[in-house]
C-alpha cells in the first residue's frame, strides 16, 4: 500500500541552517532513501521543495487568465518541506520509516495513505 510522508516544519528554523547542516541534512535523506531500497520498500518519489514563496498558487478549472498568487497558501511559519512517497506492506511500516525520517529540529512528518484514482 502507498503512503505519504509529509515533512512539515518551521521555515524559520530551514532558513536558520548553515550550509554544512543543510547538506549534511541532504546527505541524511539520500542515506535514508538507499535504506529504504536496501529494505526492499519500493520509493515511488523523495524530494525536499523549495521554499514556500516559491510557491504560485493556481484555482482548478480556472480560464487561462486567470490570476496565479504567491504562495504559501498557509499563514504562519509551518510550511510543507518535502514528500515521500513509499509503498510499504500497512500503516505500521509506513509509521516506523516515518519515525527514521532525518529532519530539522520541530519537524513533524505527517504519515497519510495515497488514494488511488
Do not use: K
Not at 547542516?21 to 523549495?50: I, K, N, P, S
Not at 478549472?61 to 504559501?72: R, T, W
Not at 511559519?77 to 527514521?100: C, F, P, Q, S, T
Amino acid at each position: 500500500m502507498e503512503y505519504t510522508l509529509l515533512i512539515h516544519g518551521d521555515e524559520r528554523v530551514w532558513n536558520g541552517l548553515s550550509e554544512a547542516e543543510e547538506a549534511a541534512l541532504d546527505a541524511a535523506h539520500a542515506r535514508f532513501g538507499r535504506e529504504m531500497y536496501e529494505a526492499g520498500v519500493t520509493v515511488r518519489y523523495g524530494g525536499g521543495l523549495q521554499r514556500s514563496c516559491s510557491a504560485r498558487l493556481v484555482v482548478p478549472g480556472a480560464a487561462a487568465g486567470a490570476p496565479v498568487s504567491d504562495g504559501p497558501y498557509r499563514s504562519g511559519h509551518e510550511h510543507l518541506g518535502g514528500i515521500w512517497v513509499i509503498d510499504v506492506a500497512d500503516e505500521a511500516e509506513a509509521v516506523a520509516w516515518a519515525r527514521r525520517l532525518p529532519s530539522a529540529p520541530g519537524d513533524l512528518v505527517e504519515v497519510r495513505p495515497v488514494r488511488v484514482t
